[in-house]
């Protein structure tokens, strides 16, 4: 079986894990890191875009270029998520444990992060972990997302905060 360009440049330029899960006509860019998170239909991920094990990502969504989603992240449909978007996953991380051993999975929890429906976020914001951003909100560029953000709400700045609600589109 003859090899197509579009599988030449996956191969060379992507790193998309045996365990992945996408959905039918998803498009990714180049030099994206994909393992052990599911991805839905028809969605679309920028170039230098790194998603870890355990992440889901919705159908009809646009990951844009240099975005980090973290094991834990729950995005659902429709949702943009701007350039430089970083989700963080642990409150208090640290390299070593107690007595000096660097850490591993068993020595820290995961805490979850759920970004619903429509909602948009701008390019170079951070969510810290354990919220939930509402359906249909919108996060501003350059934001740091401490608490949970209600639906259909504008938030901005460091840390967000509410602007005013989203008007009908």
């Not at 094990?53 to 834990?72: L, P, T, W, Y």
């Not at 949702?79 to 820290?108: C, K, L």
């Not at 948009?120 to 509402?134: E, K, P, Q, R, Y």
């Not at 401490?146 to 602007?163: E, F, M, S, Y």
Request: aromatic residues 6%; proline residues 3%.
């Amino acid at each position: 079986m003859k090899e197509t360009a579009i599988e030449r440049a996956l191969a060379r330029y992507t790193l998309v894990s045996d365990d992945v899960k996408l959905g039918e006509n998803v498009r990714l860019g180049n030099f994206v890191n994909l393992y052990g998170c599911t991805i839905g239909a028809r969605t679309r991920i920028g170039a230098f875009v790194e998603i870890q094990k355990n992440a889901v990502v919705g159908r009809d969504c646009k990951i844009q270029s240099h975005s980090f989603i973290c094991e834990g992240v729950n995005i659902e449909d429709e949702v943009f998520i701007g350039h430089s978007v970083t989700f963080i996953n642990d409150t208090y991380p640290r390299a070593t444990t107690r007595d000096g051993r660097m850490q591993s999975e068993s020595d820290w929890t995961v805490l979850p992060t759920l970004v619903k429906r429509g909602a948009s976020i701008g390019s170079g914001s951070t969510i810290l972990a354990n919220v939930t951003i509402g359906e249909s909100s919108i996060i501003g560029a350059g934001s740091i997302v401490t608490r949970d953000v209600p639906p259909r709400t504008i938030v901005a700045g460091n840390p967000a905060k509410v602007l005013r609600s989203v008007n009908n589109e």
